[in-house]
């Protein structure tokens, strides 16, 4: 399993490896990643990059970084929230706005109708057409609803999403139950998840 400091691009490391030595072994403590708009981006999700003159640079953990760390590939999550975000944008508000008679059960495709009864949306400003940027709120939440950006929105996922290396060792124990067995037709069960490997 690749460590997940080498994920990291552009010569960002985890805090945690900050003034090892280069023959140093570290395994950093495992992230673990928040849902709510408060945490998603707090003290705890900062990766550095050393500059010159020892000046350190501090950015968030990307989308990307969080997919990776998290044992899915690259635009897992990222790329179905963009085409989400797109589509809404688009044919539930922009469409219906400027198209004489319309409604947005018209130009919306219908299978994403759902987001219509289960979320809450709000627009902010932006400074690039359509001059408003969408935010939604999650389906499920208390009376306190938090509204997230698209890439809010992705990290919020990825903060509920279960981290692919660790359900696999979790769930190792049962091949010996279910070796030689297949519970579902047409499947093996030999995932290679990038960047982790199964051993198996």
């Known amino acids: 399993m690749e ?5 990291l691009e552009d010569g960002y490391v985890m805090t945690e490896t900050i003034g090892k030595g280069e023959g140093d072994s570290i395994i950093p403590k495992a992230n673990t990643f928040m849902a709510s708009k408060s945490r998603i981006d707090d003290n705890r999700m900062i990766k550095l990059k050393c500059g010159s003159n020892d000046k350190y640079y501090k950015e968030y953990y990307s989308v990307r970084d969080r997919e990776l760390m998290l ?13 989400l975000f797109k589509s809404l944008t688009q044919d539930a508000f922009l469409k219906p706005e400027i198209t004489p008679g319309a409604h947005w059960t018209e130009t919306l495709p219908e299978e994403l109708h759902h987001f219509h009864r289960r979320c809450k949306f709000k627009c ?5 057409p359509p001059f408003f940027q969408l935010e939604i709120s999650a389906p499920k939440e208390a009376k306190n609803r938090e509204f997230f950006n698209e890439e809010q929105y992705c990290k919020h996922l990825l903060g509920n999403a279960w981290s692919i290396p ?4 979790m769930l190792s124990s049962l091949r010996e139950i279910c070796e030689d067995k297949k519970i579902y037709e047409n499947s093996d069960y030999r995932f290679q998840w990038k ?3 199964t051993s198996s």
């Open 3 to 7: 460590p997940a400091c080498n994920l």
């Open 195 to 197: 960047p982790y490997t």
């Open 124 to 128: 902010a400003v932006a400074e690039q």
């Open 166 to 169: 660790v359900t696999e060792y």
């Open 71 to 83: 044992g899915f590939p690259e635009g897992y999550v990222e790329k179905a929230v963009n085409s």
